[in-house]
């Protein structure tokens, strides 16, 4: 007998034929004799209008009383899952994040996990009942309703699968795995079999929208097998687990893009300490976060600085950036939004020469210029034009052969 | 500096804009130096459209996953009801039932409140915070939430009154008090300053809807001062407070009347011991709440029993009474939905003869036939034609001058 934590978002809960069909693939994992703990978001928009609610109200509500507020939405799946899969006549039973226990911090709309209190669940499914958890949702030692911020059904989902020792966590989504570039560029992408929890990292932050980072994270950190798998259809996902040694025998596990970052440059900086440190704790104080960085020294003691943003925060970063040109003395303030990001990722990369220049060989024949370059351990990433994407991401899958499957 | 519970029901809520008025009446009670405990009720017709939402999936769902379900509309309202307030610059906080230990029994539905855990609120009142509650939950001693059933909320609100020993318990409604008669049947009809917790019972199990009976029964058993008062106008309501000594020199306070009764009559029933405690055990069997009953010892040995019931039981009741009226040989049943029932109410009545008297000579001078007489001790009840209500009413309401204000 195995333990199975199940993970739904809100797009897979969103109306009641929805949750019916959700409640089928409860009880099939259920009737395989498994102990089941069902994680749910809320149901399709519920959090986006409950914040509209919120909004009519005022710009600023305290993060408290929206906590308050958006909880419900969780609440209201799992009272209507339950009833969906007893109506199918199996026992299940919901209960909210405080009422199993998940501790936070106090950090309302972003709190961080400290504790869960596993004797509740554990008693529920001892008594052979489906556990049905509300995702999202905690609460601080002081008996407050927090929520975890972006993704917090996941890294509730994997947070139960940590406290209770479950064999895997199955996050259930609407692609039936992490494939090797997204098949919609890449007709022949392949989906791969398993991925470490580093690659997976990698490949969420650069865009893969499968799971979210800090879920990610916590599976790293305590070890939980997650296998993303499809609503759908039922065929086997991919395991995100731990690095083993045969790992690295693959160099590159896919290719990952991101439309949505956008450069900034200053042009002719005064070469002398301190001027890097000035431009990024500006951006920084602002909550700005700063994907790439590239400086050159130029001529006659000046230098250029370049770095990309999300699109979303150009605006706000180019008033900042202007700022400080002006005051460290800097001659212009130049950016671009018509750019992108294509990377390859792979543990292998560690232990295998040359991928960069494979990556820019692959490039080169298709005419495609590079205009910085960032790297990590397992990660090689390029800012091309953004017409060029998915030529770029189909001729990197090409050269890497990542269509077919190496000894995995 | 007193200690104010107020209350506001779901339309009082209904919307933003609503939630802002009802902020300003809170925060009108507060700037008068008072410290303010506020319940509110779910917004508008939430509780209905989740209950809906549950029905989608089966017609018997759990009473525990719906108390799951409907308890999230009371905590958006009362998050709602923070941020409008803060927004004003005014310190409030929202807490959910179980947050501030209103502990039920386990009756999922219809729970019982059994204690109040008063130290939070106390503890926020006394760092001179609005503290707001939410209506209509609580939580079992496990940790279960509860819902305590129609009219839940005014519960909780004379519940928490009676916890925190609070001076007044305000129920803002859409009219600004009990009156002597419904103002659209006797337009001279007055308000009544105060009223008797036993005439405002009376009053509301008579078709009053001003209040729950079983919160007025709450504020009974523990002497809690109740302000029944408009949300529109800022006039004085009526209280609801202990019957006192010179209420009793007021013989009647209000007429009332019910237009949603029916009369069935079982004819022709033999006259022999158990024959009403099989028809009514019958009835009570199928839990139809039976109003009035009448048994008239007719000629050679056989009765009538005639009995009225809510219209929304008829056909049920019918089916039941045709059935005990075969068993017990029985010559005929008959129905009557065409009724409706007059009521005069007062805690003078005890004291004071012939106020039955008074109330038949109205009827009488008027042409208005008498169908069923029940009395209680401050209650006098009369069936009659349901087309002959508001002269009834009127008649009634003039015939013990009522609009004039006696020694209250």
């Given at each position: 007998m195995a333990l199975v934590v199940q993970k739904f978002g809100g797009s897979s809960v969103a109306d009641p034929d929805r949750i019916r069909h959700v409640a089928k693939l409860v009880t099939r994992e259920y009737d395989r004799g498994n102990q089941v703990v069902v994680v749910v978001s809320a149901m399709g928009k519920t959090t986006d209008k409950l914040l509209e609610l919120a909004h009519q109200i005022?710009?600023?509500?305290d993060p408290r009383e929206i906590d308050m507020l958006i909880s419900t939405g969780e609440q209201i799946s799992i009272a209507m899952l339950a009833i969906a899969i007893q109506s199918m006549g199996y026992p299940a039973k919901s209960f909210t994040g405080p009422q199993v226990g998940i501790i936070t911090d106090?950090?309302?709309?972003k709190a961080k996990i400290v504790h869960i209190n596993d004797e509740k669940i554990r008693a529920e499914l001892e008594k052979g009942r489906i556990v049905i958890v509300a995702g999202f949702q905690g609460m601080t030692m002081d008996n407050e309703i927090t929520t975890l911020g972006r993704g917090g059904s996941d890294t509730t989902a994997v947070a139960l699968a940590a406290a209770l020792k479950a064999d895997v966590c199955d996050i259930y989504t609407d692609v039936d795995g992490v494939y090797t570039a997204d098949p919609r560029i890449v007709p022949n992408a392949r989906k791969l079999e398993r991925i470490s929890y580093d690659e997976m990292l990698e490949l969420a932050s650069l865009g893969a929208k499968v799971l979210h980072s800090r879920s990610v994270e916590f599976a790293k950190n305590y070890n939980v097998p997650i296998h993303v798998r499809s609503s759908f259809v039922d065929v086997p996902g991919t395991m995100v687990v731990k690095e083993v040694k045969e790992m690295e025998d693959i160099v590159v596990s896919g290719v990952a893009y991101n439309r949505n970052e956008a450069k900034i440059s200053i042009l002719?900086?005064?070469?002398?300490?301190g001027i890097a440190a000035e431009v990024f704790g500006a951006l920084g104080a602002k909550n700005i976060v700063v994907d790439m960085i590239i400086q050159n020294v130029g001529a006659n003691g000046l230098n250029d600085i370049s770095f990309t943003v999300s699109k979303e925060d150009l605006a706000q970063a180019l008033e900042v950036a202007r700022e400080v040109a002006q005051r460290i003395g800097a001659k212009d303030v130049v950016s671009d939004s018509k750019i992108a990001k294509v990377s390859v990722v792979g543990v292998g990369m560690k232990s295998h020469a040359n991928v960069a220049g494979t990556m820019f060989r692959a490039l080169a024949k298709n005419g495609i210029n590079i205009e910085m370059i960032s790297t990590s351990e397992i990660k090689i990433s390029c800012v091309i034009r953004e017409e060029d994407v998915d030529k770029a991401v189909q001729a990197i899958h090409e050269e890497f052969e990542l269509s077919e499957a190496k000894n995995a």
């Open positions: 005022t710009d600023n509500p106090n950090a309302h709309r002719g900086v005064p070469d002398r300490p």
